[in-house]
């Protein structure tokens, strides 16, 4: 089966839409809370909310790949929105964190990243995101080469980070934090057998000509 093509007048305008329809979810949790509309603790709330949202983009993200090899739909150009809204929804949890839940308390802030854990494991995810974020640009592409291909295979284990912190701030592990983890070890495991999946393709086709 195969997907309809969009018509490429409309390939700007449906990246556009997909950080457009990307942020909504913040700014509607933030609108939410502003009104007094989210019940009980309204900062942890939008801190999840925020947190929940980075590491669905980061999955969406490493999923286009597969994507395109698997079932052959070019979703490509969406990837670098994508990857984007990991790197803001990130930004925004780490905000919400510093400003909303310790109020800026700066030795609290730092016991916290050095201490706990699941904290530490967060922040280099948040870290390492930097520098993808900096070089999404067709520039950076051109002026790196082979080494921006190199560097933004991070996402994995950024990916990865962010599955464990959020494995790791639960005192008990549900199915929620076991989907996401799991279709985390799902897409870092497809990085490695792809090579081979790949060439098996290329085998297949051969053999049917
Ligand atoms: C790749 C980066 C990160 C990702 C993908 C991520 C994702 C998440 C997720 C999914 C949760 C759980 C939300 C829920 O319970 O619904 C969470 C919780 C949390 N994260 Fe992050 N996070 C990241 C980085 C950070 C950083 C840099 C900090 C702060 C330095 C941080 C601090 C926290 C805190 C304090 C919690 C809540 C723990 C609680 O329940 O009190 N995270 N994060």
Same mark, same amino acid.
């Given at each position: 089966?195969?997907?309809p093509?969009? *018509?490429?007048?409309?390939?700007a305008a449906?990246?556009?839409f997909? %950080?457009?329809?990307?942020?909504?979810p913040?700014?509607w +949790?933030?609108y939410?809370?502003?009104?007094g509309?989210?019940?009980?603790?309204?900062?942890?709330?939008?801190e999840?909310?925020?947190?929940?949202?980075a590491?669905?983009?980061?999955? /969406?993200?490493?999923?286009i790949?597969?994507i395109r090899?698997?079932?052959?739909?070019?979703?490509?150009?969406y990837r @670098?929105?994508? +990857?984007?809204?990991?790197?803001?929804y990130?930004?925004?949890h780490?905000?919400?964190y510093?400003v909303l839940d310790? @109020?800026?308390?700066?030795?609290v802030?730092?016991e916290?990243i050095?201490k @706990?854990?699941?904290?530490?494991?967060?922040?280099?995810?948040?870290l390492? /995101?930097? *520098?993808?974020?900096?070089?999404s640009?067709?520039w950076s592409?051109?002026?790196?080469g082979p080494?921006?291909?190199?560097?933004?295979r991070?996402i994995?284990p950024?990916?990865?980070?962010?599955?464990l912190h %959020?494995c790791?701030?639960?005192?008990?592990?549900?199915?929620?934090?076991?989907? %996401?983890?799991a279709?985390?070890v799902?897409?870092?495991?497809?990085?490695?057998?792809r090579?081979?999946?790949l060439?098996?393709?290329r085998?297949?086709r051969?053999?049917a000509?």
């Amino acid at each position: 089966m195969k997907l309809p093509a969009l *018509p490429r007048r409309y390939h700007a305008a449906s990246i556009w839409f997909v %950080y457009a329809a990307g942020l909504a979810p913040a700014a509607w +949790g933030f609108y939410l809370g502003a009104t007094g509309q989210l019940i009980g603790n309204p900062v942890k709330i939008f801190e999840h909310l925020l947190g929940e949202w980075a590491l669905r983009f980061l999955i /969406l993200t490493l999923m286009i790949s597969p994507i395109r090899d698997i079932f052959g739909i070019n979703w490509i150009r969406y990837r @670098r929105a994508l +990857g984007l809204l990991a790197f803001w929804y990130v930004l925004m949890h780490f905000l919400a964190y510093m400003v909303l839940d310790k @109020r800026l308390a700066m030795d609290v802030i730092f016991e916290d990243i050095t201490k @706990r854990w699941f904290i530490t494991i967060g922040m280099a995810g948040f870290l390492a /995101l930097i *520098p993808l974020a900096l070089t999404s640009n067709r520039w950076s592409i051109r002026k790196l080469g082979p080494k921006w291909t190199r560097l933004h295979r991070l996402i994995y284990p950024i990916a990865a980070a962010g599955a464990l912190h %959020y494995c790791l701030s639960v005192k008990v592990i549900g199915p929620e934090q076991m989907i %996401y983890a799991a279709l985390v070890v799902i897409l870092v495991g497809w990085r490695f057998a792809r090579p081979s999946f790949l060439e098996w393709k290329r085998d297949n086709r051969a053999a049917a000509r």
